[in-house]
């Protein structure tokens, strides 16, 4: 449907005007990591927690419209946030915890911080119950520690899928 639901799939908010959900299942959905949300070294869950004022709605930047490097320059240089790197999952393993990820580099409402990030997406929790927030916390964490942290690269395996 036009506004990203379906009929047979989760119930989500109606989409905002300039927000489009990510249909590529293959396409990465790059998530920063504070510092303190690592344990020896590896994210917690918390890499993928949201916080009141995140309205249910996870930041991080699509594959598509910027790659890893440059998603971690800008949060820790233009935006001056503190980053221990980035970790991905894909669209497909967001949709497999029944949520979504939406681009809303084109809504009028993106939230500060101003300039807004490239590529700026979000993972939708808004439906989602406390419970399943957790599990949605928890397989996307598995997901992204299994893929490993993809910049500052460790491995040079990030399986980059190719832009059309």
Not at 38 to 66: E, V, Y
Not at 101 to 123: E, K, L, N, Q, W
Not at 129 to 147: F, I, P
Request: proline letters at 9%; glycine letters at 8%; aromatic letters at 8%.
């Amino acid at each position: 449907m036009a506004d990203g639901s379906s009929t047979t799939g989760p119930a989500f908010e109606p989409l905002a005007v300039g927000e489009v959900r990510l249909d590529d299942a293959n396409e990465y959905y790059f998530r920063q990591c504070h510092p303190s949300f690592l344990d020896q070294g590896i994210p917690t869950t918390q890499i993928f927690g949201d916080f009141p004022s995140d309205n249910g709605r996870i930041s991080g930047n699509r594959g598509k419209t910027t790659d890893p490097r440059s998603a971690y320059k800008f949060h820790t240089e233009t935006l001056d946030n503190d980053s221990a790197g980035v970790w991905a999952v894909t669209v497909g393993e967001v949709e497999q915890v029944e949520s979504r990820v939406v681009d809303d580099t084109g809504a009028p409402s993106v939230r500060p911080p101003d300039p807004v990030p490239p590529g700026h997406s979000y993972v939708d929790m808004q439906h989602l119950s406390k419970q399943e927030r957790r599990r949605l916390r928890k397989s996307l964490r598995d997901a992204a520690v299994e893929r490993r942290r993809v910049y500052p690269d460790e491995t040079g395996t990030l399986d980059m899928p190719v832009s059309e």
